[in-house]
């Protein structure tokens, strides 16, 4: 079954503790992305990777790094989270426009 | 910067009415429009796309028209059901394939089909 999947699906922590949001893809796509969505502000891209190795900002970069060692894994990465960076986030993939989003991990920051 | 504004931000309608979100892009490069509805506690999910290079497409009930020289497309239900009920974004890309780094979301409208 193609999907895009991410863990951990919620996540509470803390102020300053570095965490890892995983994310993998089985559809072979070249193109991967991790969006944030706030109430009220839709869907703003944080990063995005055209292909391995092949990185790039989006439109909320700040606070967040990425990696993409292989084609099938993008994982967002907060060094040390805020509390302004508590919201939903969603990996997507795509081959050809499409978007394949993942289920999405909500993360709150105390 | 780049920017897509989407109108209304709720819209109630009552159900087999139809139902019209508008959205206007700010860069003249995008070509690529695609359009997203989200249920309560799931991932967004296309429902329908247009490139440029057409100025209107359809599947079933679902109709997108684009305006490339006023920079704006809208997406029009007809005949609405309760199930229509969700948060629908709009986008914008400045590829006509969409496989770029960059897609500019409006802000969501969350529509209410009521039985």
Known sequence: EAQVTQNPRYLITVTGKKLTVTCSQN???????????DPGLGLRQIYYSMNVEVT??????????????EKRNF???????????????????????????????????? | ?????????????????????KCTYSDSASNYFPWYKQELGKRPQLIID???????????????TLNKTAKHFSLHITE??????????????????????????GQGTTLQVKP
């Not at chain 1, 994982?75 to 978007?99: H, K, M, V, W």
């Not at chain 2, 247009?50 to 997108?64: L, Y």
Request: net charge negative; glycine share 8%.
């Open chain 2, 1 to 21: 910067g780049e920017n897509v504004e989407q109108h209304p931000s709720t819209l109630s309608v009552q159900e087999g009415d139809s139902a019209v979100i």
């Open chain 1, 75 to 110: 994982p967002l990465i907060l060094e040390s989270p805020s509390p302004n960076q508590t919201s939903l986030y969603f990996c997507a993939s795509s081959f050809s426009g499409d978007r394949f989003f993942g289920p999405g991990t909500r993360l709150t920051v105390l």
């Open chain 1, 56 to 69: 790039d900002k989006g439109d909320v970069p700040e606070g967040y790094k990425v990696s993409r060692k």
């Open chain 1, 27 to 37: 559809m072979n796509h070249e193109y991967m992305s991790w969006y944030r969505q």
């Open chain 2, 80 to 105: 609405t059901q309760p199930e229509d009920s969700a948060v629908y974004f709009c986008a914008a890309s400045p590829s006509s394939s969409g496989n770029t780094g960059k897609l500019i979301f």
């Open chain 2, 50 to 64: 247009i490139r440029s290079n057409v100025g209107e497409k359809k599947d079933q009930r679902i109709a997108v």
